[in-house]
């Protein structure tokens, strides 16, 4: 009997020491590669203050409110106002031009059509709209929007803040009905139900039971599609104009950081890219805190 | 829940303070419809774009399309001068764009979906651990920065200290990191919705803890990150702007990484700013809407085969 225990017990001894230690070996992995993000993360930041410094170093803080963009040599002064005015300009018109058209949306998917066989085919439609490249918007925009737009007497050429923030408007609908149509799908039925009961409209119940009850969804639904508009490039690109000045009007054309990056990066070096790179690191900033935002009040609701 | 309930008090008194009559309720019953009927309208204008952009490039660009439009590299611009004066078809194809796509789509997903797929898993092990949710905080900020700033990035880290000049290498890590986190969220997503008996029941068996992952997890819930990873290319295929930044683009077929490629998005920029080329555009932006719509299409289909 004991000449049978022993090599059973070695046996599951040296099982467990060869299993630990291939455990480890996975659990090292795991978190080896999870350091992966991390590092990718921090070496961006790194690596977009490390190139903006020449430019920071020069123009300081005014970098971020001086209008001058001026790539002659010797008279050479680069300040992000315009871009960054042009951006949040655009992003923010396309966020009210798509609230009425994604709010519409994530109602008819969420709440007057939910599970029937229209909302299925509409819903992969509004998530296509996501994966349309950007390009081919932009192409869209300028072929066909644009001599639309000419033609209801549009200044500059159909070119500007406008014809951009419709664009942009229609790329960002699907990131914010994904998250506001999935809360409102998920509004208690006895809370409907208990307004209806009283003899609330349909229309009422969205208004006061289901709005209020799914707002913070649908806000940070809002936020995330903003973000994205921050940093759309090819269809601004090719529809906002491409002028390096502060945005004088809605009609007006203009220039985003991102679509500044696109058209000035090929000829850039020394300086202007120093300066190129600054906008993109602030991009990153303005577009990591807008996520950020989004993403604290969707953890929130838990 | 205060906010509900305070509204509901709100509607309650509202509605106590009005009197119900019959005119009362035909102008409510009228404003519900109106409101429906304005969403109906609403939710018809926002889906038109879809419609009216891929007729746009059906309209356009189908008469391109051909076997040459496939093998052949683009035409110089006399070339095409010639054709639009004669009234022809521009000749040659997008050889260069597909091939380029192909190699850094392919490549970028070779960097993005190990790392993207066992950071997840590690999200899934570690679900409250400081690390993790800093990864995954860390991740979900990754995904919203702008391409172009991802642009930036491979051109500091690829193009200037390892490729000396624009490459496929340094678009295929820009695409890679934007590929990243999607993956490490549709990871993290799936294996979530995997029963905890499953694992419990190898683990109990004595598997090690590799074969779990490797045998149980993977499989187990294989057409959900099958699904993350299609929809994540699907999203990098049509990359314009940080492309422009790292892989800038070349008129033949290349297939160095070390060396400036073409892509099919990159290919559309170049016609559109040539006027001699610009009709090749439609052609190319079908071609390009074809591939991302069938990932899209086929990566919805597996994920509905497994709900």
Sequence with gaps: MKLGKLPAKQFSQLLKVHQMNSDKITKGVLLLSSFVILFVAGGMIFSLVEGAIPALKSFGLSFIWSNNWNPTEGKENYGALPFIAGTIITSVAALLISLPLSFSVSLFLGEYYRGTRIAKILGPMVDLLAGIPSIVYGLWGFYVLRPLLIDLGLPNQGFGIFTASIILAIMIIPYATSLSNEIITMVPNELKEAAYSLGATRSEVIFNVVVPSARSGIIAGYILSFGRALGETMAVTMLIGNANIVPDGFFSTGNTMASVIANQFGEADGLKLSSLIAIGLLLFLMTGIINAIGKFIIKRMG | ?307
């Design chain 2, 1 to 307: 829940m205060p906010l509900v309930s305070s509204s509901l008090n709100e509607w309650g008194n509202m509605n106590s303070a009005a009197k119900i009559t019959v005119a009362n309720l035909s102008r409510r019953t009228l404003k519900d419809k109106l409101f429906k009927g304005l969403v109906l309208f609403m939710s018809l204008i926002t889906i038109s774009p879809i419609v009216l952009i891929i007729y746009k490039l059906v309209e356009k660009g189908y008469r391109q399309i051909s076997l040459d439009f496939i093998i052949k590299t683009p035409p110089n611009t006399f070339e095409a001068m010639t054709a639009l004066s004669n009234g022809e078809l521009i000749p040659g194809g997008i050889a260069n764009g597909i091939t380029g796509t192909l190699l850094m789509v392919v490549l970028a997903s070779v960097i993005a979906i190990p790392v993207g797929v066992i950071t997840g898993i590690y999200l899934y092990e570690n679900p409250g651990k400081l690390l993790a949710n800093l990864t995954r905080n860390i991740s979900d900020i990754l995904q919203g920065v702008p391409s172009i700033v991802l642009g930036l990035i491979a051109y500091m880290w690829i193009v200037k200290p390892i490729t000396s000049g624009f490459s496929a290498l340094a678009g295929s890590v820009s695409l890679s990191i934007m590929m990243l986190p999607m993956i490490v969220r549709s990871t993290e997503e799936t294996l979530k919705m995997i029963p905890e008996s499953i694992k419990e029941a190898a683990v109990a068996l004595g598997v090690p803890y590799y074969k779990v992952i490797l045998r149980v997890l993977i499989p187990t819930g294989f057409s959900g990150l099958l699904t993350g990873i299609l929809l994540g290319i699907s999203r990098i295929l049509g990359e314009t702007a940080p492309l422009m930044l790292t892989a800038l683009g070349s008129s033949v077929i290349n297939l160095d990484i070390t060396k400036p490629t073409s892509a099919i998005p990159l290919l559309i920029w170049e016609f559109y700013n040539d006027p001699n080329m610009v009709d090749l555009i439609w052609s190319s932006s079908l071609l390009l809407m074809g591939m991302v719509l069938t990932l899209n299409l086929v990566s919805k289909r597996i994920a509905a085969r497994t709900k």
